[in-house]
């Protein structure tokens, strides 16, 4: 494909492409198509704050802005190598060449490291090793399936690691480990921050994955089709030495559900993000005012093993009622289709669910949308940040039902004055898995019907403002 054949080069756009006749087939004539719309997205690449993308540094430019600090951008400028290392996640960038042993995902490069500056980075072995787990939210439990990723010295005498192939454009290295499998972690970790970390490039960019998972990759299949031009590469499969002009390796991650236009890389927003997703999967409606639903469709996801309503069907009955048009979606298979599930939540009104990765799917929302989570004991934090403000800074409105004792199954085990009722706080100070236990992985929910309905009244307020909500 003659897109592979195209990257910006430190002078100017190169096409390594070599006739001996003029395009006569029809392959030719649409790779030539293909070219000039491949030339066209460079071309269209955005200036930001007075600097050119494209100048006599090209992928460098790029590179620089791919979430590095001032600190980091000044020994990328000296070293050719910086990485940007923050509480949750660490980014490595070389605007050097490099060559990557896909099979070891060593990468070799001729900048010498510094040991003395980042230790927390650097292996013990004379400052000659940078090790990266290319995955956006650097906790210890979470790292332990994420494969790690060696940044090298190759001194000018070391034998020669020839090109297998040749790539005019950056690589970017992230991890399918963590807690992939489970929406909100697969969002938060790795679909949001490889959005705020490659989209810079402008497709431009060859992604690598290690911890390679076929089911992941086909599930977020256009997004990643929307982010690089190229086919996503799996390391373990293509055992070879790929050479790039220079490489980004980890996500860089803000917060959760979150981009932070204040951060690195700036200037970015969760309604950007929010704005691609409707153009990554064709979501026609921007705002609820558009939907023209009448009655308004309030989508309820139903958890089947924890957490879940122990009276749903007393619920629904409610919601409809009150003038809803009720969906209930119970399986996760029918979820995972996200192409087919991102258009159905792009129609509803009202997203309703108890704390979960089901509430995930408010990105998919029409701004001004409600977002209603039912709060089980114990997760109150948890459930304000991880979806409550995130909503807000969709653009959504977002109201929370936070049950009382007598709306928890573990009433049924405990005494009203047992800490586990009366201080969950005290449970969780136990050790974090021994808080999940109880309250994520025990509890389910029979909700005060006529207390919840009250939420959900003010749901139906909050639907009438014609207006879009500020998108700051």
């Excluded at 431009?204 to 992941?216: A, E, G, R, W």
């Excluded at 030495?241 to 951060?263: D, M, R, T, W, Y």
């Excluded at 706080?425 to 136990?430: E, G, L, P, Q, T």
């Amino acid at each position: 494909m003659i897109k592979d054949r195209i990257g910006l080069s430190n002078a100017q756009l190169e096409i390594q492409w070599n006739w001996s006749r003029s395009p006569s087939s029809l392959v030719e004539l649409d790779e030539l198509a293909q070219l000039e719309d491949a030339l066209q997205d460079v071309r269209l690449i955005d200036k930001k704050d007075g600097n050119k993308m494209m100048d006599n540094n090209g992928n460098s430019v790029l590179l620089r802005l791919s979430g590095l600090g001032d600190g980091d951008l000044q020994k990328l400028e000296t070293t050719g190598f910086a990485c940007d290392s923050t509480s949750n996640s660490l980014v490595c960038v070389a605007s050097n060449p490099v060559k990557i042993v896909t099979k070891t995902m060593d990468i070799y490069m001729p900048t010498h490291f510094n040991s003395t500056n980042d230790t927390n980075i650097f292996d013990k072995q004379e400052g000659k090793v940078v090790q990266v787990h290319p995955y956006a939210w650097s906790q210890v439990a979470l790292l332990k399936d994420v494969t790690p990723v060696k940044f090298l010295h190759q001194p000018p005498q070391t034998p020669a690691r020839y090109c297998t192939y040749n790539h005019t454009i950056p690589a970017l290295v992230f991890s399918s480990g963590g807690f992939a499998g489970n929406l909100f972690h697969e969002f938060n970790e790795i679909i949001i921050p490889l959005y705020l970390t490659s989209h810079i490039f402008k497709s431009q960019v060859q992604f690598i994955l290690v911890d390679y998972n076929p089911s992941f990759l086909n599930k977020y299949k256009q997004i990643f089709s929307m982010l690089s031009r190229y086919n996503v590469m799996n390391s373990m499969a293509n055992a070879s030495v790929h050479c790039f002009p220079g490489a980004v390796v980890g996500l860089k991650f803000h917060s959760f559900l979150a981009i932070n236009s204040s951060e690195v890389p700036k200037g970015n927003s969760m309604i950007e993000f929010k704005n691609f997703l409707r153009k990554t999967y064709g979501l026609k409606i921007a705002n609820v005012s558009d939907t023209g639903s009448t009655p308004p469709v309030l989508l309820l996801v139903s958890r089947r093993k924890t957490r879940l309503f122990l009276n749903e069907d007393e619920i629904v009955d409610m919601m409809e009622e009150l003038g809803f048009d009720v969906v209930v979606v119970r399986s996760v298979k029918k979820m995972s289709n996200l192409e087919r599930f991102a258009k159905l939540v792009s129609t509803c009104s009202v997203l309703v669910g108890a704390h979960g990765a089901g509430l995930t799917n408010l990105v998919f929302l029409p701004a001004g949308a409600v977002v209603v989570q039912v709060v089980p004991l114990g997760v109150e934090w948890g459930s304000t940040v991880y979806f409550g403000e995130p909503a807000v800074r969709m653009g959504l409105h977002y109201l929370d039902y936070k049950i009382g004792p007598d709306e928890s199954s573990l009433i049924d085990s405990y005494r009203r004055d047992d800490p586990v009722i009366s201080d969950p706080m005290s449970v969780f100070a136990k050790g974090y898995y021994i808080g999940k236990e109880m309250y994520l992985d025990k509890q389910n929910i029979r909700v005060d019907v006529n207390r919840f309905k009250g939420t959900l009244v003010q749901a139906l307020r909050l639907l009438e403002r014609t207006t879009p909500l500020s998108t700051r």
